[in-house]
């Protein structure tokens, strides 16, 4: 499967924001989408996941309450949305497939777009 992550841009702190992941092929329902994050100088790191048929979910703590991840499976894509941004949440955005992972291990991901950026200004 190919992605593609778009939607970021410069906003300003406690803005909303959503995030889309397109992906290619005819079997994405098969998979675990996930978005994760890397700041500049920091390790890339969790922050959602989601199974193929929608029905669970799973968020870093730090963006529980605050981000929503979502799918549509008929168009391909996964999205999300961040709400109440902080400078901190400033990075570049990816997002993630796997066919035999639900969890928060970034190498468990076989397949990842190409990042979106997200600058957040106080």
């Known amino acids: 499967v190919q992605l593609q992550a778009f939607g970021g841009g410069l906003v300003q702190a406690g803005d909303s924001l959503r995030l889309s992941c397109a992906a290619s092929?005819?079997?994405?329902?098969?998979?675990?989408m996930a978005w994760f994050r890397q700041a500049p100088g920091k390790e890339r790191e969790f922050v959602a996941s989601i199974t193929g048929d929608a029905r669970s979910t799973l968020y870093a703590d730090s963006m529980k309450g605050r981000f929503t991840i979502s799918r549509d499976n008929g168009k391909n894509i996964v999205y999300l949305q961040m709400t109440s941004l902080k400078p901190e949440d400033t990075a570049v955005y990816y997002c993630a497939a796997t066919l035999s992972y639900y969890g928060r291990t970034t190498s468990m991901y076989q397949y990842w777009g190409q990042g979106t950026k997200v600058t957040v200004s106080s």
């Open positions: 092929g005819r079997t994405f329902s098969h998979y675990v």
